[in-house]
Antibody, heavy 128, light 108 residues
């Protein structure tokens, strides 16, 4: 079955760029019409969607983070990546990658996106 | 602040039924998605669409919607259902995915 695994530094200095990679195994990142997402969770807090990308490269970002976020995909490696620039202590969080099904509207009603497979998460601390 | 509002904590006696709610303007248009998260673990999808359960999710979990409120109902709560539950939807503009603040479920 499809599995996701995050990797990257656990400690990033303030003002630097946080870089994480999610490796997809057990299936192709290019198949199935899924989209690939990053979601974070501040310590003891709720979930925050960061952004998503299709294998084609189309991206969708949270407007509150858009100026600092870049998500890219490398289909040859079956990976997608997150870069978050100019980090501060407020970016300290558990970062999850997830496989998503994009929402759609039909018959006067809309169906929200859903994330059916998640990585185990990786904790990133921003500190000097 | 979240555009989806959840009660911070709910409790239920073992074997009883509990409803966890999520309120937001976008829910008048969107069916919410629900996730279960246990301590130290990644969230798990439990309800999506109108009322669909992924493979492996017990049928005691169900979803419903009325007006601006989405509900996750656990019929016959089990000890293993003790967890945080998050609702998720697009916001009213449709451009952003938002999560509720989460509800901590305690099974007594």
């Amino acid at each position: 079955q499809v599995q996701l695994q995050e990797s990257g530094p656990g400690l990033v200095k303030p003002s630097q760029t946080l870089s994480l990679t999610c490796t997809v195994s057990g299936g192709s990142i290019s198949s199935g019409g899924y989209y690939w997402s990053w979601i974070r969770q501040h310590p003891g807090k709720g979930l925050e969607w960061i952004g998503s990308i299709y294998y084609s490269g189309s991206t969708y970002y949270n407007p509150s983070l858009k100026s600092r976020v870049t998500i890219s995909v490398d289909t040859s490696k079956n990976q997608f990546s997150l870069k978050l620039s100019s980090v501060t202590a407020a970016d300290t969080a558990e970062y999850y990658c997830a496989r998503g099904n994009i929402g759609y509207c039909s018959g006067g009603r809309c169906y929200s996106d859903d994330f059916d497979i998640w990585g185990q998460g990786t904790m990133v601390t921003v500190s000097s | 602040s979240s555009e989806l509002t959840q009660d911070p904590a709910v409790s239920v006696a073992l074997g009883q039924t509990v409803r966890i709610t999520c309120q937001g303007d976008s829910l008048r248009s969107y069916y919410a998605t629900w996730y279960q998260q246990k301590p130290g673990q990644a969230p798990v999808l439990v309800i999506y669409g109108k009322n669909n359960r992924p493979s492996g999710i017990p049928d005691r979990f169900s979803g419903s919607s009325s007006g601006n409120t989405a509900s996750l109902t656990i019929t016959g709560a089990q000890a293993e259902d003790e967890a945080d539950y998050y609702c998720n939807s697009r916001d009213s503009s449709g451009d952003r995915l938002v999560f509720g603040g989460g509800t901590k479920l305690t099974v007594l």
